[in-house]
């Protein structure tokens, strides 16, 4: 079925998006809650409505329809972070345009590390990967579409 790839989808797009092993943990911990009080309500909503079962395929198309609205409002969220973002690295003097190097391959990640030192840029970069920074303090970090 199509929603079975959705969970590790939203856990990791989660991760992905926060620095901190406490935010991501507490994250993670946030949403397997509300999937557990999801589990515990979505058999509820079928009632004794055979063969149709109106209230649970409303209910359904409902949910489906908000969980589409909060993936459009989450991906216009997190392009206005990268915009702030960058302007951050503007205002600092730094490569407006970084890009994610853990998700290239080794070769990629090279070229990508040759291209920054050619700009001048190469000589720190992830200076600030184990800092106690949050993700909107430091300003390296990207989120992922």
């Known amino acids: 079925m199509l929603y079975t790839p959705l969970q ?58 908000l969980l589409f609205t909060l993936i459009c409002s989450m991906a216009v969220y997190l392009r206005y972070l990268n915009r702030r973002q960058r302007k951050k690295r503007e205002r600092m003097g730094r490569m407006v345009d970084i890009q994610d190097m853990s998700i290239m391959t080794l070769e990629e990640a090279a070229a990508y590390k040759r291209e920054l030192a050619a700009a001048g840029e190469g000589h720190d970069i992830n200076a600030h990967a184990f800092d106690d920074l949050s993700d909107l303090q430091n300003p390296e970090f990207h989120c992922i579409l």
């Open 8 to 65: 590790p989808l939203v856990y990791s797009w989660a991760n992905m998006n926060s620095a901190g092993i406490t935010k991501q943990r507490t994250l993670g911990a946030i949403l397997f809650i509300f999937q557990c009080a999801g589990n515990v309500a979505g058999p509820q909503v079928y009632l004794e409505e055979a063969p149709i079962y109106r209230t649970g395929l409303y209910t359904d198309m409902s949910c489906w329809a």
